[in-house]
Nanobody
Framework: QVQLVESGGGLVQAGGSLRLSCRVSTQTFDSYDLGWFRRTPGKEREFVATINWSGGSTYYTDSVKGRFTVFRDNRKDTVYLQMDSLLPEDTAIYYC???????????????WGQGTQVTVSS
């Protein structure tokens, strides 16, 4: 059973930064590609960023390019999302997900965390 646990969410002012972490409980962490998604009330889960198994390939949704950075530490079985220059519209519950294949589609990921709330005040 693969389990994902996010942490690092919170309340921050616009322009500030947060770093989300997602620890993945598995003995084969470096076989998974990982993604970050977010959801706001009344909306579908939205793709944010993805990183391949080695960390050598990343992809971002346009609205976060240049502000967010996804990276992973395969020694710690953890993926991170560094969020800088945060905007009020970044407010959401953020989820990490694990699967095989670098993809922006939520349905392609096999395992999900419980989510962590990020709130950006104006």
């Amino acid at each position: 059973q693969v389990q994902l646990v996010e942490s690092g969410g919170g309340l921050v002012q616009a322009g500030g930064s947060l770093r989300l972490s997602c620890r993945v409980s598995t003995q084969t962490f470096d076989s998974y590609d990982l993604g970050w998604f977010r959801r706001t009330p009344g909306k579908e889960r939205e793709f944010v960023a993805t990183i391949n198994w080695s960390g050598g390939s990343t992809y971002y949704t346009d609205s976060v390019k240049g502000r967010f950075t996804v990276f992973r530490d395969n020694r710690k079985d953890t993926v991170y999302l560094q969020m800088d220059s945060l905007l009020p519209e970044d407010t959401a519950i953020y989820y990490c997900a694990a699967g095989v294949g670098v993809t922006t589609r939520a349905s392609d990921y096999d395992y999900w965390g419980q989510g962590t709330q990020v709130t950006v005040s104006s």
